[in-house]
T-cell receptor, first 112, second 115 residues
Framework: NAGVTQTPKFQVLKTGQSMTLQCAQD?????MYWYRQDPGMGLRLIYYSASEGTTDKGEVPNGYNVSRLNKREFSLRLESAAPSQTSVYFCASSGTGDQPQHFGDGTRLSIL | QKEVEQNSGPLSVPEGAIASLNCTYSDRVSQSFFWYRQYSGKSPELIMSIYSNGDKEDGRFTAQLNKASQYVSLLIRDSQPSDSATYLC???????????????FGKGTKLSVIP
C-alpha cells in the first residue's frame, strides 16, 4: 500500500552542492511529476514525464534535471544547489487520461 | 495563461456548520477538476474528483461544477475540527501534448473549524 515513495524526507545542503531526489510509484502509472511548494506560491510544476522514456519542462525547470529511469522511478537532480531552491518538493503520479494525481510525502530541502 | 483562483482565507466555521470553498478558473477548455486536502506539513491528499456539470457527493463532501460560469466549489457538511486544513483546487486543462495531462493548482484556502 505504498503508493508514491520519496527519499529522502529531509535534507540540508550547502550552496553549490548537488543531490538527487528519488521517487518511485507502485501504481503502474504512466505519468509522473515533480513539484515544488513555497509559501504563498502554491504548487508549481518543475518537470513531468508523460510516459517512460519522455520528460518535459514544467513552469519552473531552471536549475533542475530529471531522469525517468523506468516506469516506476522518476528522479530530480539539483546540479549546483542555490538558496532559492529551498522548498518542499513533491513527486506525484497519475494514470492515463485525465485521472487525478497522487502525491508522495515530500522532501523538505534546505540550502544554506 | 491558465489560472486557478481561490480565496486564501482563513475561512473559519463553527463545528457542525457547512464550510463552502470556492474556486474559479480562467479557461473554458477544461476537462476535470479535483479537490485536495493538505494538512500542515503534509502532502496533498485527493478528496474529490468531478468531471461533469452538477453536484457530486461523497460522504460529508459535495463538489459542485458549473463550466459555463467557470466555477467549482466544495461543500463540507457537519464540519469537524479534523477538517481544519488547506484545500487545493486543481484543474486539468486537457491534453497538453506528448501524452500529458497537466494540472494547475490554486494556492489553496485555509479552513479552520472552531470547536
Amino acid at each position: 500500500n505504498a503508493g508514491v515513495t520519496q527519499t529522502p524526507k529531509f535534507q540540508v545542503l550547502k550552496t553549490g552542492q548537488s543531490m538527487t531526489l528519488q521517487c518511485a510509484q507502485d501504481m503502474n502509472h504512466n505519468s509522473m511529476y515533480w513539484y515544488r511548494q513555497d509559501p504563498g506560491m502554491g504548487l508549481r510544476l518543475i518537470y513531468y514525464s508523460a510516459s517512460e522514456g519522455t520528460t518535459d519542462k514544467g513552469e519552473v525547470p531552471n536549475g533542475y534535471n530529471v531522469s525517468r529511469l523506468n516506469k516506476r522511478e522518476f528522479s530530480l537532480r539539483l546540479e549546483s544547489a542555490a538558496p532559492s531552491q529551498t522548498s518542499v518538493y513533491f513527486c506525484a503520479s497519475s494514470g492515463t487520461g485525465d485521472q487525478p494525481q497522487h502525491f508522495g510525502d515530500g522532501t523538505r530541502l534546505s540550502i544554506l | 495563461q491558465k489560472e486557478v483562483e481561490q480565496n486564501s482565507g482563513p475561512l473559519s466555521v463553527p463545528e457542525g456548520a457547512i464550510a463552502s470553498l470556492n474556486c474559479t478558473y480562467s479557461d473554458r477548455v477544461s476537462q476535470s477538476f479535483f479537490w485536495y486536502r493538505q494538512y500542515s506539513g503534509k502532502s496533498p491528499e485527493l478528496i474529490m474528483s468531478i468531471y461533469s456539470n452538477g453536484d457530486k457527493e461523497d460522504g460529508r463532501f459535495t463538489a459542485q461544477l458549473n463550466k459555463a460560469s467557470q466555477y467549482v466549489s466544495l461543500l463540507i457538511r457537519d464540519s469537524q475540527p479534523s477538517d481544519s486544513a488547506t484545500y487545493l483546487c486543481a484543474v486539468n486543462w486537457g491534453y497538453s501534448g506528448a501524452g500529458s495531462y497537466q494540472l494547475t493548482f490554486g494556492k489553496g484556502t485555509k479552513l479552520s473549524v472552531i470547536p
